[in-house]
């Protein structure tokens, strides 16, 4: 009896945005494990470079990419020159995000709410509109939102955060909806509580981590790796009629 392929990514194009550490570097491996050629994208090159040459030394193809997906001209820049060296994508994987104020919400600053914006929300919005312009040339495609358990529960000190990613998962449904008739996919992962620098203001607080470990049934933090499983689901052909879906990946914290 054969082994399925239905997880099998070869001959893929994949990219991946905050893919120099965390779940995004979790994720540009697994996805490059399975075959997929992984773009390897984040804001400072060195970081994805790393991450490439780990992919390359076990086998792996990857080509390291800087963008910063706050910045409208970044993405142009990325999305033409992929166009240019691949001529195709097949799966885009919206990881890169930023939070940078951990406050109670009436204290949120301007430039804290525009920065969280311009990443979080339009930056998902526009790397989703050119990786669906080219998915479209091509057949189709699946876009991958990484989104958070805050965008259907605030977290505390998280309000802006937390919205972004409310609109984030709307965002998936709409390009589910309107996309489907050109073949592409359109799904979010909702991580929850992940041993990463980015939540290390949560996993590191002691009390703050015993308050938060209360509230999940499997009673510990995730790994990035325990996310990456998902998402190759949701990028392979094993999910080929799903989409519109958010899927909690979160100890069973929303249960």
Same mark, same amino acid.
């Given at each position: ?8 990514? %070869? ?35 060195? *970081?994805?470079?790393?991450?490439? %040459? ?6 792996? $193809? ?11 001209? @970044? ?23 930023? +939070?940078? @104020? ?8 301007? !430039? ?7 990443? +979080? ?10 990786? *669906? ?7 189709? *495609? ?5 989104? !958070? ?27 589910? $909806? ?14 929850? =509580?992940?041993?990463? $620098? ?6 590191? +607080? ?11 049934? =499997? ?5 990035? !790796? ?5 998402? =190759?689901?949701?990028?392979? %052909?094993?999910? !080929? ?6 899927? +909690? ?7």
């Amino acid at each position: 009896m054969s082994k399925t392929t239905l997880f099998d990514l %070869d001959g893929k194009i994949a990219f991946v945005s905050g893919a120099s550490r965390g779940i995004g570097e979790a994720i540009a491996k697994l996805l490059a494990q399975q075959g997929a050629h992984v773009i390897v994208s984040s804001r400072k090159i060195e *970081g994805c470079q790393a991450v490439a %040459d780990a992919i390359i030394a076990e086998g792996g $193809k990857a080509t390291p990419v800087a963008c910063h997906i706050g910045e409208m001209e @970044q993405i142009q820049s990325v999305f033409a020159q992929i166009r240019e060296q691949f001529g195709r994508l097949d799966i885009l994987v919206n990881n890169a995000a930023t +939070n940078p @104020q951990f406050c109670h919400v009436l204290d949120t600053d301007v !430039s804290a709410f525009q920065k969280t914006v311009d990443v +979080n929300i339009r930056g998902y919005f526009y790397m989703s509109i050119e990786a *669906g312009k080219l998915m479209r040339e091509h057949g189709g *495609g699946s876009i991958i939102n990484v989104a !958070s358990i805050n965008g259907v529960t605030p977290g505390n000190f998280q309000g802006i955060y937390s919205i972004t990613k409310g609109a984030v998962i709307n965002m998936t449904k709409a390009f589910a $909806k309107e996309c489907a008739q050109f073949g592409i996919r359109c799904n979010a992962l909702l991580p929850g =509580l992940t041993d990463t $620098k980015f939540a290390s203001a949560l996993v590191k +607080n002691e009390s703050i981590l015993e308050m938060a470990l209360q509230q999940i049934p =499997l009673s510990r933090v995730a790994q990035p !790796s325990e996310m990456a499983g998902a998402v =190759l689901y949701l990028a392979s %052909d094993a999910s !080929s009629y799903t989409t519109g879906v958010s899927l +909690n990946v979160d100890g069973g914290y929303l249960a």
